[in-house]
């Protein structure tokens, strides 16, 4: 199919490009951006005024709950909250059941997801067989499966020999090591930020010692490997600080932060709102407006959704005994804007932040609007309004804290692969 993209204001973070253009998409592929291509006839014609064009959005954490967990959500809910949020790749952890710590489950995962609606999914391989911190898995056979990097998920490495032994073969391959830092002792038990709040609701808490402690160890056995690491989900001003003298010093570290982290904070658990309930736990306002700063800068690379879906039941519980996470794919966008906006960002600026710079960690040719890059496009209208309920997220989990908030940013259509995958201005 032969699609124009006409009228729209195209933002493209990896040339810097902000400008009226329009862009021209045949078998996948753009083809032009500006003037039309000799001999271009286009068989649809979508109409961008008043509206953004920009790259996909690239989102390095996404939990898609298949295979294990169906009855939280399922590949087809949660590709089309994908499609919906204007997110065109995405990076899923391999805490799924089983874990993806095997060739096969990662080529029938890929394999299911290949319908042209539905994002391009790319697996992060177990690091250690079941997760369990104790047995190192096939890292080169899951690579040529399909899987982009190596992690635990949420879950940490207690053995720092099979740490080390993980990193070292890593580098070996010059595979990524993906790692979220939280001391499992110092984390035991917790369900909220080690702060005021939690003293008062009489909570157990997650000190910020529990990112750091964690983190000095990823750090320093990234330095005696030369692995190429990436922090997930950095959640305090410490582990920033941490992160930025470790570049400094020459280590080849990356991080991200989740969005729920740049605009909520501890006190947003309320009166035990387990909608809340995250991981990491929300921390203080002084962590919030230092990441939200850091990100700003650069300092943290890239921002992602931390997608999570729970059913019901899973949040309808007491808050101490709430399942952790909420529902992003839908408000990676909005949410970004929001922060820029209160940022005062160029809007090229926060549009990078979830599109090619998680390429770049992801190591894809995605995130970008030049000739001959793949046609995964969003567009969408930065003034209209999308209101956060459960009948207009496509995702099976309506779990998020800012269900009934109204934020400016909604999706007109998304591109996968020169696909239509979604038309907002059907519904």
């Known amino acids: 199919?032969?699609?124009?993209?006409?009228?729209?204001?195209?933002?493209?973070?990896?040339?810097?490009?902000?400008?009226?253009?329009?862009?021209?998409?045949?078998?996948?592929?753009?083809?032009?951006?500006?003037?039309?291509?000799?001999?271009?006839?286009?068989?649809?014609?979508?109409?961008?005024?008043?509206?953004?064009?920009?790259?996909?959005?690239?989102?390095?954490?996404?939990?898609?709950?298949?295979?294990?967990?169906?009855?939280?959500?399922?590949?087809?809910?949660?590709?089309?909250?994908?499609?919906?949020?204007?997110?065109?790749?995405?990076?899923?952890?391999?805490?799924?059941?089983?874990?993806?710590?095997?060739?096969?489950?990662?080529?029938?995962?890929?394999?299911?997801?290949?319908?042209?609606?539905?994002a391009h999914v790319h697996p992060v391989g177990a690091l250690t067989t079941q997760l369990e911190g104790k047995a190192l898995t096939e890292m080169a056979e899951l690579a040529e499966a399909g899987c982009v990097a190596f992690g635990q998920a949420n879950r940490a490495v207690v053995d720092t020999q099979v740490l080390l032994r993980a990193m070292m073969y890593a580098a070996t391959f010059d595979f990524p090591v993906w790692l979220q830092a939280q001391d499992p002792f110092l984390a035991r038990k917790g369900v909220a930020h080690d702060g005021e709040v939690a003293a008062r609701l009489g909570l157990v808490g997650i000190p910020v010692a529990a990112e750091t402690i964690a983190l000095a160890t990823i750090l320093q056995l990234a330095r005696e490997t030369g692995a190429r690491v990436h922090v997930t989900r950095v959640s305090s001003a410490a582990g920033v600080e941490m992160i930025t003298a470790a570049r400094a010093a020459g280590i080849g570290v990356t991080c991200d932060v989740a969005i729920h982290h740049l605009h909520l904070c501890e006190n947003d658990v309320g009166f035990f709102n387990a909608h809340a309930r995250l991981d990491p736990p929300l921390r203080s306002t002084g962590d919030r407006d230092a990441l939200r700063k850091a990100l700003a800068s650069g300092a943290i690379n890239a921002l992602c959704s931390d997608h999570t879906p729970v059913d019901d039941d899973g949040k309808q519980t007491p808050f101490d005994e709430a399942e952790v996470g909420a529902t992003g794919l839908e408000l990676l966008l909005p949410l970004?804007?929001?922060?820029?906006?209160?940022?005062?960002?160029?809007?090229?600026?926060?549009?990078?932040?979830?599109?090619?710079?998680?390429?770049?960690?992801?190591?894809?040719?995605?995130?970008?609007?030049?000739?001959?890059?793949?046609?995964?496009?969003?567009?969408?209208?930065?003034?209209?309004?999308?209101?956060?309920?459960?009948?207009a997220l496509k995702s099976q989990g309506k779990n998020t804290p800012f269900l009934g908030y109204a934020f400016p940013g909604r999706v007109r259509y998304t591109l996968i692969d020169g696909h239509l995958a979604f038309d907002g201005t059907l519904s």
């Open 1 to 118: 199919m032969k699609i124009h993209i006409k009228n729209g204001r195209l933002i493209d973070p990896a040339s810097k490009t902000d400008k009226p253009l329009d862009v021209f998409v045949a078998a996948g592929r753009i083809v032009g951006v500006g003037d039309t291509p000799a001999g271009f006839e286009a068989s649809s014609v979508l109409d961008a005024g008043g509206c953004v064009v920009c790259p996909g959005l690239v989102d390095l954490s996404a939990r898609l709950r298949e295979p294990g967990f169906e009855y939280r959500a399922t590949l087809e809910s949660e590709m089309a909250a994908a499609a919906a949020g204007g997110v065109t790749r995405l990076a899923c952890p391999p805490d799924t059941d089983p874990v993806l710590d095997e060739p096969g489950l990662v080529e029938m995962l890929t394999h299911r997801a290949r319908l042209p609606e539905f």
């Open 336 to 391: 970004t804007l929001k922060w820029a906006r209160e940022m005062k960002l160029p809007m090229v600026t926060a549009l990078a932040r979830v599109t090619s710079d998680p390429a770049r960690i992801l190591g894809v040719d995605a995130g970008c609007l030049k000739v001959g890059a793949p046609a995964d496009i969003c567009v969408f209208d930065p003034v209209a309004d999308y209101l956060v309920s459960r009948e």
